[in-house]
């Protein structure tokens, strides 16, 4: 199963960069596309309404500003949706993270941090890896490297404090 990205505008394209990548660190085929829940609702509808059948698994939604297209994009379909909210805005992505966080009950959307693009991937993957044993060990792997990566640094830190 693939991954499909929809993001309300050319310009929060370089905030999911580190979920584009992160997918592609997992070998996660992904759609990708430029949709507005208000300026090009239809667009949506139809990107979302048969994805399905495309073979996408899980959305990742991202918006900024009065951010409704996460929701949009829920109501449209029973796959899964996580929610980016994007910092556009001079309320610094406040604004997205309480439009996507607070959907009303029915219609969930699992919403991310300001600017979580690379969560939004990994929680993509683990959503996909349910039904992906290979997925699966690629996500354990991955947790290794991390666990890894942060006893190098208490080692260098350490060693530094002459401990
Ligand atoms: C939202 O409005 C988009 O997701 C973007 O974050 C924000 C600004 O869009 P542009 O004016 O840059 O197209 O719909």
């Known amino acids: 199963m693939k991954a499909a990205i929809i993001m309300g505008s050319d310009s929060d394209l370089p905030v999911l960069e580190p979920a584009l990548k992160t997918l592609a660190d997992f070998g996660v085929a992904v759609e990708v596309v430029v949709a507005s829940a208000h300026r090009t609702p239809q667009k949506v509808h139809d990107f979302v309404a048969n994805a399905a059948d495309r073979g996408v698994g899980v959305f990742i939604a991202a918006a900024g500003a009065a951010a409704h297209l996460p929701g949009v994009v829920a109501s449209f379909t029973t796959l899964p949706v996580i929610g980016v909210p994007v910092n556009s805005t ?74």
Not at 108 to 116: D, Q
Not at 121 to 136: E, G, K, S, W
Not at 145 to 162: D, Q
């Open 90 to 163: 001079p309320l610094g992505g406040m604004d997205a993270l309480l439009s996507i966080v607070q959907m009303p009950a029915g219609i969930p959307v699992a919403t991310m941090a300001i600017n979580g693009a690379k969560n939004a991937a990994l929680f993509a993957v683990q959503v996909l890896a349910t039904a992906d044993p290979a997925l699966r060990e690629k996500l354990a792997a991955y947790r290794q490297t991390m666990a890894a990566e942060v006893e190098a640094k208490a080692a260098k830190v350490a060693a530094t404090l002459g401990q």
